[in-house]
């Protein structure tokens, strides 16, 4: 079991993550956390200089990171994308899709369940944030 | 009829795969009922008062005899030898063990089937008219967007713990078959002023406990943004939606309380940005689609001659049959509410017989209707009468279509475990009582829910039923003056409820008030409309 995925090459980042109101007060932080009523596009000017973007899931149900996650990747936002909280083996793969590349649930997670869940499907139908052609464009090229 | 290839059926199969790996774990104890619960409903499972209920989904209620055996296989092996067809064109099977679930689904998978968002806070099964590609009001087929729709929603990543359930439907004619702007996204087939194909949007639509019929949002889309344009609505509701109150979570609480003029400005600018991103597929993949959805192989010159000497028959074809685009072919609905049954059921002969009478009559293709019947789509009149005799021979000929007995009605208290009443013996009574009058009382669209989730479409009847449950006991709300149709309206309540006798009692007053004030022609609701609710209310309770 593990308590921490992290799909990226460069080294973790260390600097806690602070709330979007403090950061939005405090300039200098690179690691933000933002809860998952708040909008991620209040983001989106000072993309350059975060390198960790925590999103919450309170809930499974809780859709709402999903959202956050394809709109800071649709903004080019190239950092750690992180999904904390309620995260469990079966919504790791649209995480993924949504452009989360590490994450922190709340339970250890079964490394080897997460690596079936991410492995089953072949092909996809939409293009989302992970780069994945989706199936019409295999289709047609 | 759409057929899959490598990749649909990889997709499918995959889904078979996670599902057995889930009840796996869940049968491991590994999940938790309450962390696999989103995950069963998102593969149409519900506990149920009995058992496990598995929705199987009919992609805009289109298939094929191929398919329809498979339905009466899994109705034998599975259940107990029937199913039941819904008002998402889909079929449920109410006594599923959970460690045949993914049995069934690999059985499925080999017909091009599957349950993939027959349930969950996910986009479910896209709905569309019965008659698509034989009506001769349609503008196109409206099928090959209702599949291009399918592809782009499933397993949306985005979307697929959305605040509440989200429903689309498309049609392609004025005339209104599918309750269209009574869904969350309503889309209609259309052409603009240059003669291009594009779209208008109503969003907001929806039934359950806070009715609402949708707002136009988009009078033209063209169609080249159509995916593009339906994520940004989603966006917008995946984000802003309320999620703090189960019941004004559906999308049409946040479209009522901001406004349609303040969404349509949200989505429109959240359209602007997700353009930009690719996610319309190329017109070539719409070709590709449509293509499976060209016109059967309708024979040349035949007459539209038919002999309606026996009378029996000549009611049928009255109620039962719809004009079909080509000459020498009709349209047959196959009602599933004999007198006195319970709607929406069938049997698996019943059902391998309709599978066989498609195949030899209807260019292999059935549809499922909302209401809970099967149309044969592409039928012969030369063979009309024929086939009329097998369906009477095997149940199947009840010539009510759109009269009082054509009633939807939900599985209520005898299944569900959401409900607060019966259904099913409301239906069988009103059924009873009134099919000796039904002809002459003509259209009348009845519709039961047991419960305020209105999954009986009540508030959308021009006669509503709504079980509810008055301090222990069984009570039925009446409601007048809804339709579903291009008409749209939501029924009012009458007033006090009544017992299950009284509801029927209370129809009786309605209609004879109804058959004493009628004018030449009008229909039930034409004359609830012209005369008002109070003649009703007064002619109900004295």
Same mark, same amino acid.
């Given at each position: 079991?593990?308590?921490?995925?992290?799909?990226?090459?460069?080294?973790?980042?260390?600097?806690?993550?602070?709330?979007?109101?403090?950061?939005?007060?405090?300039?200098?932080?690179?690691?933000?956390?933002?809860?998952?009523?708040?909008?991620?596009?209040?983001?989106?000017?000072?993309?350059?200089?975060?390198?960790?973007?925590?999103?919450?899931?309170?809930?499974?149900?809780?859709?709402?990171?999903?959202?956050?996650?394809?709109?800071?990747? &649709?903004?080019?936002?190239?950092?750690?994308?992180?999904?904390?909280?309620?995260?469990?083996?079966?919504?790791?793969?649209?995480?993924?899709?949504?452009?989360?590349?590490?994450?922190?649930?709340?339970?250890?997670?079964?490394?080897?369940?997460?690596?079936?869940?991410?492995?089953?499907?072949?092909?996809?139908?939409?293009?989302?944030?992970?780069?994945?052609?989706?199936?019409?464009?295999?289709?047609?090229? | 009829?759409?057929?899959?290839?490598?990749?649909?059926?990889?997709?499918?199969?995959?889904?078979?795969? &996670?599902?057995?790996?889930?009840?796996?774990?869940?049968?491991?104890? &590994?999940?938790?009922?309450?962390?696999?619960?989103?995950?069963?409903?998102?593969?149409?499972?519900?506990?149920?008062?009995?058992?496990?209920?598995?929705?199987?989904?009919?992609?805009?209620?289109?298939?094929?005899?191929?398919?329809?055996?498979?339905?009466?296989?899994?109705?034998?092996?599975?259940?107990?030898?029937?199913?039941?067809?819904?008002?998402?064109?889909?079929?449920?099977?109410?006594?599923?063990?959970?460690?045949?679930?993914?049995?069934?689904?690999?059985?499925?998978?080999?017909?091009?089937?599957?349950?993939?968002?027959?349930?969950?806070?996910?986009?479910? $099964?896209?709905?569309?008219?019965?008659?698509?590609?034989?009506?001769?009001?349609?503008?196109?087929?409206?099928?090959?967007?209702?599949?291009?729709?399918?592809?782009?929603?499933?397993?949306?990543?985005?979307?697929?713990?959305?605040?509440?359930?989200?429903?689309?439907?498309?049609?392609?004619?004025?005339?209104?078959?599918?309750?269209?702007?009574?869904?969350?996204?309503?889309?209609?087939?259309?052409? $603009?002023?240059?003669?291009?194909?594009?779209?208008?949007?109503?969003?907001?639509?929806?039934?359950?406990?806070?009715?609402?019929?949708?707002?136009?949002?988009?009078?033209?889309?063209?169609?080249?943004?159509?995916?593009?344009?339906?994520?940004?609505?989603?966006?917008?509701?995946?984000?802003?939606?309320?999620?703090?109150?189960?019941?004004? @979570?559906?999308?049409?609480?946040?479209?009522?309380?901001?406004?349609?003029?303040?969404?349509?400005?949200?989505?429109?600018?959240?359209?602007?940005?997700?353009?930009?991103?690719?996610?319309?597929?190329?017109?070539?993949?719409? &070709?590709?689609?449509?293509?499976?959805?060209?016109?059967?192989?309708?024979?040349?010159?035949?007459?539209?001659?038919?002999?309606?000497?026996?009378?029996?028959?000549?009611?049928?074809?009255?109620?039962?049959?719809? @004009?079909?685009?080509?000459?020498?072919?009709?349209?047959?609905?196959?009602?599933?509410?004999?007198?006195?049954?319970?709607?929406?059921?069938?049997?698996?002969?019943?059902?391998?017989?309709?599978?066989?009478?498609?195949?030899?009559?209807?260019?292999?293709?059935?549809?499922?209707?909302?209401?809970?019947?099967?149309?044969?789509?592409?039928?012969?009149?030369?063979?009309?009468?024929?086939?009329?005799?097998?369906?009477?021979?095997?149940?199947?000929?009840?010539?009510?279509?759109?009269?009082?007995?054509?009633?939807?009605?939900?599985?209520?208290?005898?299944?569900?475990?959401?409900? $607060?009443?019966?259904?099913?013996?409301?239906?069988?009574?009103?059924?009873?009582?009134?099919?000796?009058?039904?002809?002459?009382?003509?259209?009348?669209?009845?519709?039961?829910?047991?419960?305020?989730?209105?999954?009986?479409?009540?508030?959308?009847?021009?006669?509503?039923?709504?079980?509810?449950?008055?301090?222990?006991?069984? $009570?039925?709300?009446?409601?007048?003056?809804?339709?579903?149709?291009?008409?749209?309206?939501?029924?009012?309540?009458?007033?006090?409820?009544?017992?299950?006798?009284?509801?029927?009692?209370?129809?009786?007053?309605?209609?004879?008030?109804?058959?004493?004030?009628?004018?030449?022609?009008?229909?039930?609701?034409?004359?609830?409309?012209?005369?008002?609710?109070?003649?009703?209310?007064?002619?109900?309770?004295?």
């Amino acid at each position: 079991m593990v308590e921490g995925l992290r799909y990226r090459d460069d080294a973790a980042h260390e600097e806690p993550a602070v709330t979007l109101d403090a950061f939005l007060d405090q300039s200098n932080a690179t690691a933000v956390r933002l809860e998952s009523d708040e909008d991620a596009r209040k983001l989106l000017p000072f993309l350059d200089r975060l390198a960790l973007i925590e999103v919450a899931f309170p809930a499974f149900r809780d859709g709402r990171g999903y959202s956050a996650g394809r709109i800071l990747r &649709e903004a080019g936002y190239t950092g750690e994308l992180r999904a904390a909280g309620d995260v469990l083996v079966d919504q790791i793969l649209p995480m993924r899709r949504c452009g989360f590349d590490a994450f922190a649930p709340d339970k250890p997670l079964d490394p080897a369940a997460v690596e079936r869940a991410l492995g089953r499907y072949s092909n996809v139908y939409q293009k989302a944030a992970d780069g994945r052609a989706p199936a019409w464009k295999l289709r047609h090229g | 009829m759409y057929k899959y290839d490598t990749y649909d059926q990889s997709i499918v199969d995959a889904r078979v795969e &996670e599902f057995r790996d889930q009840v796996a774990r869940r049968m491991a104890g &590994e999940l938790t009922e309450d962390q696999f619960k989103p995950l069963r409903l998102m593969n149409g499972l519900y506990l149920q008062l009995h058992a496990y209920m598995l929705r199987v989904a009919v992609p805009y209620g289109t298939l094929d005899s191929r398919q329809m055996h498979m339905l009466a296989h899994i109705a034998r092996k599975y259940d107990k030898g029937y199913g039941h067809f819904t008002t998402r064109q889909n079929i449920q099977y109410n006594w599923i063990e959970l460690k045949d679930a993914g049995d069934i689904l690999a059985d499925l998978a080999t017909v091009e089937m599957h349950a993939i968002q027959t349930s969950g806070n996910c986009i479910r $099964n896209t709905t569309s008219d019965q008659y698509a590609g034989a009506a001769a009001d349609e503008v196109a087929d409206p099928r090959p967007w209702a599949e291009l729709l399918r592809q782009w929603s499933t397993f949306h990543p985005e979307f697929t713990y959305l605040p509440r359930k989200f429903k689309v439907a498309i049609i392609a004619s004025d005339e209104d078959r599918a309750a269209m702007r009574l869904h969350d996204i309503g889309l209609q087939l259309t052409q $603009n002023e240059a003669g291009e194909t594009g779209f208008k949007v109503y969003v907001g639509g929806g039934m359950g406990r806070t009715p609402m019929v949708a707002p136009l949002i988009r009078d033209f889309l063209p169609a080249a943004d159509y995916l593009s344009y339906l994520e940004a609505c989603l966006r917008v509701y995946n984000r802003y939606g309320r999620r703090d109150n189960i019941y004004k @979570a559906r999308i049409k609480i946040l479209v009522h309380e901001i406004g349609a003029d303040e969404y349509r400005r949200q989505v429109e600018e959240e359209f602007l940005h997700v353009k930009t991103l690719g996610i319309d597929p190329p017109a070539e993949e719409f &070709e590709r689609i449509n293509a499976f959805f060209a016109q059967p192989a309708w024979e040349q010159g035949l007459s539209d001659e038919l002999d309606l000497s026996d009378p029996d028959f000549k009611l049928w074809v009255d109620q039962n049959v719809f @004009a079909h685009k080509a000459p020498g072919y009709a349209i047959a609905t196959i009602s599933l509410k004999p007198i006195g049954g319970i709607p929406g059921d069938a049997s698996a002969d019943q059902i391998d017989l309709m599978a066989d009478l498609a195949e030899t009559y209807s260019f292999d293709e059935l549809r499922v209707t909302h209401s809970q019947n099967i149309v044969l789509p592409h039928v012969r009149k030369a063979d009309l009468y024929t086939l009329w005799q097998k369906l009477d021979a095997a149940g199947l000929a009840t010539a009510n279509l759109d009269l009082i007995s054509d009633m939807i009605a939900c599985p209520g208290l005898d299944y569900c475990s959401l409900a $607060n009443a019966r259904s099913i013996p409301v239906a069988q009574k009103i059924s009873q009582r009134f099919a000796d009058r039904e002809a002459d009382l003509g259209e009348l669209k009845l519709k039961i829910s047991g419960c305020i989730n209105a999954c009986g479409h009540h508030h959308a009847g021009h006669i509503g039923i709504l079980g509810v449950d008055r301090k222990g006991t069984e $009570n039925y709300q009446l409601l007048l003056g809804g339709s579903g149709a291009e008409d749209a309206s939501l029924g009012r309540i009458t007033g006090p409820g009544f017992d299950e006798d009284g509801i029927v009692d209370a129809i009786e007053r309605t209609l004879d008030r109804y058959v004493a004030t009628r004018e030449p022609g009008e229909r039930f609701l034409d004359t609830y409309r012209r005369v008002g609710f109070e003649t009703f209310k007064e002619a109900i309770y004295g």
